[in-house]
């Protein structure tokens, strides 16, 4: 038995993870359109019908777009926090009570072998969580979305064999770049999203023994390049005494196309 996952899409234009056991799978936030989600899908041969649920991280557009197209269309089950559920409301448009389940932060879920933790980043959303996937002593964590990595979040999500971790922006390319002050304070504040710098910093406290890959994910389409973040991150790594490449792997994550399905 093992734990698998696709990262069909990552970027400040829409994400989507998708995980799968033997009996169950998942999918951590709809960033798409339905058709789009559809297209995501198809592309890693899986059929959404099947999803045992989806899990919301927060409210923000580039994670939630397709969520209520796909829940009604397909009659899924979405979990989200209770501050997540009311402030996403409007745009998900209705879902029937019977398809909608509270996950509290700081919890675990489970179904069949897989258990599914949740726990709190620091964003402006109204309660962002993120996830780790515990499956037969693997552990696999997506931490994005966050503009600080806490001692807590580190201590939840270390020595996993799999993480896809925010990489958002160079920090120089943010300062010199097109956006207006107030955006590009509120990216570089606590409550915005971490630099190729500071996830790299990030990693490298919590990387361990375990570790063998870390994807670089939601990367700013206009503050960042795939290149410059995996130079950047993997220099601040080895900086810090881990070698890229010798005792875990280093990797792109991509907008539009799917990684392919791997296991953890």
Do not use: C
């Amino acid at each position: 038995m093992s734990l698998r996952y696709s990262i069909l899409a990552s970027g400040s234009t829409g994400n989507a993870l998708y995980v799968e056991s033997d009996d169950h799978s998942f999918l951590v936030d709809a960033g798409f359109s339905g058709k789009q989600m559809e297209s995501l899908f198809g592309q890693i041969d899986r059929d959404i019908s099947k999803l045992s649920g989806i899990f919301v991280t927060h409210e923000h557009s580039d994670h939630i777009k397709g969520i209520g197209v796909l829940a009604r269309k397909y009659h899924l089950p979405v979990f989200a926090n209770e501050k997540t559920w009311r402030a996403m409301e409007s745009s998900v448009g209705v879902i029937p009570t019977e398809q909608k389940f509270m996950f509290n932060m700081e919890t675990v879920k489970s179904f069949g072998s897989v258990d599914i933790e949740s726990f709190g980043v620091s964003h402006d959303a109204a309660e962002p969580m993120f996830y780790v996937f515990h499956h037969s002593g693997k552990k696999l964590v997506l931490i994005t979305d966050t503009g600080y990595v806490s001692d807590r979040m580190k201590g939840t999500i270390s020595n996993a064999d799999v993480y896809i971790f925010e990489s958002n922006h160079d920090v120089q390319m943010l300062r010199m770049g097109r956006y207006p002050w107030n955006i590009k304070r509120r990216i570089l504040s606590d409550v915005g999203h971490v630099s190729n710098e500071d996830a790299a910093l990030a990693m490298s406290d919590v990387v361990g023994d375990r570790t063998k890959r870390v994807y670089l994910a939601h990367l700013s389409l206009d503050n960042n390049m795939k290149d410059l973040a995996k130079m950047a991150v993997a220099q601040t790594l080895e900086s810090r005494g881990l070698v890229v490449g010798e005792q875990f792997g280093l990797y792109d994550t991509d907008p539009k196309i799917p990684t392919i399905l791997t296991a953890v």
